[in-house]
């Protein structure tokens, strides 16, 4: 199996930074994409962004030009840098891994990060 688990988060002003990392281990080899993605109080999970294995990327609007993830060469290290935040952006984040040979997904346990005005 695929064990995430992820660093980072916290308390930050709005205008702030803060960089999340989350680190694979065990049959990192099935993981095709990670991500991550982010729950409000309320609100349904959404993507924040995703990477492929080589390399590609995806953005939900609303952090285009604010947010950049990455992933370390090894592909088990994927890290969410966010810069500008906002008080909309407070929510817990999970990372994501989805397996390359079946129908399954991997979820971390959750950061808290909260954005004050």
């Known amino acids: 199996q695929v064990q995430l688990v992820e660093s980072g988060g916290g308390l930050v002003q709005a205008g702030g930074s803060l960089r999340l990392s989350c680190a694979a281990s065990?049959?990192?080899?099935?993981?095709?994409?990670m991500g991550w993605y982010r729950q409000a109080p309320g609100k349904q999970r959404e993507l924040v962004a995703i990477t492929s294995r080589g390399g590609s990327t995806n953005y939900t609007d609303s952090v285009k030009g604010r947010f950049t993830i990455s992933r370390d060469n090894a592909k088990t290290t994927v890290s969410l840098e966010m810069n500008s935040l906002k008080p909309e952006d407070t929510a817990v984040y999970y990372c994501?891994?989805?397996?390359?040979?079946?129908?399954?997904?991997?979820w971390g346990q959750g950061t808290q990060v909260t954005v004050s005005s």
């Open positions: 994501y891994g989805r397996d390359t040979y079946a129908p399954r997904d991997y």
């Open positions: 065990g049959l990192t080899f099935r993981i095709n994409a």
